[in-house]
């Protein structure tokens, strides 16, 4: 080989050798003996998903869907059928009502007490504990031992056999008492009212008398307030009237009564039956057109039919005040269908 021809291979040899070894600069070390350059790093990636995520939290749609899950439609027809009723929130009133024990007596002049006139044997008796008479009855004969003949008793009003204390046979001397005949239709129920409410009470106080062995209800007002302290209980009788034409309210019974002290006017107030717990928190639901949103509310005061709102609505929206506890279930069921 001529020396031309072996500078020409070693050139060839020297540049494979250099190509074998070599690589890109940021693989390797740098000329002045630095560290590689790494490569890029997953940081864009991150920021990229950061940016996808702000832009669906500030999506529309997603506002959309959680509305939708506070809020149920349903149609017209299917809400009258189904008992569902709207008012308008407005002002109202909160009453202050007490709770006071009482008790139920006959009214004074609708009880009469038939007495033997003349003294004699009792001949008969024509009624008997609990029956019902009428006015001019005939209720016992008595044979008289002064004109030796029988004479009639009868009951000066209608109402109910509520005493007997005779016998066929009796001697009964003149003057005592053989029944006792009262009209219950109507009956006075005595409060027992203490301290300072009874300064509050006047006729026509609204009073609710509960019957306690089924919690019957029936709505009065205070009759009269009677001049005397009650001597052994230190209380004030407080008395109203009950209708008792069913016959159901027993003399003698021990009742219960919500008594009205005071009224509160406050600016907003809806039914209790308008409130139910959504979330752990009140709500009523306003109603636009077919739409039942869920409205949280902060509520006050309240009495036995009427609750004072604070915050949360607005005087003049629809709110629904009867079965709302139907568009809480329904509202409940499309929660369900979001969630899946």
Not at 11 to 36: E, F, N, R, Y
Not at 212 to 221: K, N
Request: aromatic share 2%; hydrophobic share 40%.
């Amino acid at each position: 080989m001529t020396r031309l021809g072996t500078s020409v291979f070693s050139c060839i040899l020297l540049g494979l050798a250099l190509s074998g070894c070599g690589g890109t600069p940021t693989d390797g070390p740098t000329a002045q003996g630095g560290p590689a350059q790494s490569t890029p790093s997953h940081d864009a990636d991150d920021a990229h998903a950061d940016n996808d995520n702000a832009d669906r939290a500030h999506d529309p749609r997603a506002d959309e869907t959680h509305d939708d899950a506070l809020s149920t439609r349903i149609e017209a027809d299917i809400a009258r059928e189904s008992g569902i009723v709207a008012a308008p929130a407005g002002p109202g009133t909160i009453a202050d009502a007490h709770e006071v024990q009482g008790l139920l007596t006959p009214i004074d002049g609708r009880r009469a007490r038939i007495a033997a006139r003349f003294a004699g044997p009792v001949r008969a008796l024509h009624a008997n504990l609990g029956d019902a008479v009428r006015a001019g009855q005939t209720i016992a004969v008595v044979d008289s031992n002064q004109s030796l003949s029988p004479y009639a008793l009868t009951s000066p009003i209608s109402g109910v056999v509520v005493a007997r204390d005779a016998a066929v046979g009796d001697i009964a001397d003149a003057g005592r008492v053989l029944m006792e005949v009262a009209d219950l239709s109507q009956l006075w129920v005595d409060l027992h009212v203490y301290g300072s409410d009874a300064r509050h009470l006047r006729p026509g106080s609204p009073v609710t008398v509960v019957r306690l062995d089924d919690g019957t209800r029936q709505q009065t007002e205070v009759d009269r307030v009677l001049p005397a302290t009650a001597t052994a209980s230190q209380s004030t009788v407080v008395r109203a009237r009950l209708d008792n034409s069913d016959g159901q309210w027993r003399p003698g019974t021990a009742i219960t009564a919500e008594v009205v002290v005071d009224r509160i006017d406050v600016a907003l107030a809806v039914p209790l039956a308008a409130v139910q717990r959504m979330a752990g928190a009140d709500a009523v639901f306003v109603v636009e057109g077919d739409r039942y949103e869920t409205r949280p509310v902060r509520l006050g005061r309240r009495d036995a039919v009427h609750v004072e709102v604070l915050e949360g609505l607005v005087a003049g929206e629809q709110v629904v005040v009867e079965q709302s506890y139907l568009v809480k279930a329904d509202i409940g069921k499309a929660d369900a269908g979001h969630a899946h």
